[in-house]
Nanobody, 121 residues
Framework: QVQLVESGGGLVQPGGSLGLSCAAS????????MGWYRQAPGKERELVAT???????NYADSVKGRFTISRDNAKNTVYLQMNSLKPEDTAVYHC???????????????WGQGTLVTVSS
């Protein structure tokens, strides 16, 4: 059994900062890519940022220069530092773990339950 546990999120004023973290636990050998996606009310889920085990990073254009993704492979944890937050960043942020190599030698993809980030004055 593999699961993702997210933490962070909450209410922040425009221009403020917030950090998210997501830890994977359970029985597996490795996770190739971890990242964050978000879904605003009435919109489709969209990529925020992803990072691979080789530290290849991909950001959505809308967050480049403001958000920073990082990863601790030893802890199987991915972090998202969000700075200069804007009202349009308001969304439910979901953690994603892709190509999880399980002890059964199969590959799995998981999503976290989501954490709400609200940017408002």
């Amino acid at each position: 059994q593999v699961q993702l546990v997210e933490s962070g999120g909450g209410l922040v004023q425009p221009g403020g900062s917030l950090g998210l973290s997501c830890a994977a636990s359970g029985s597996f050998f490795s996770i190739y890519a971890m990242g964050w996606y978000r879904q605003a009310p009435g919109k489709e889920r969209e990529l925020v940022a992803t990072i691979t085990t080789e530290d290849t990073i991909n950001y959505a254009d809308s967050v480049k220069g403001r958000f920073t993704i990082s990863r601790d492979n030893a802890k199987n944890t991915v972090y998202l530092q969000m700075n200069s937050l804007k009202p349009e960043d308001t969304a439910v942020y979901h953690c994603n773990a892709a190509r999880i190599l399980t002890v059964a030698k199969t590959y799995l993809e998981l999503w976290g339950q989501g954490t709400l980030v609200t940017v408002s004055s």
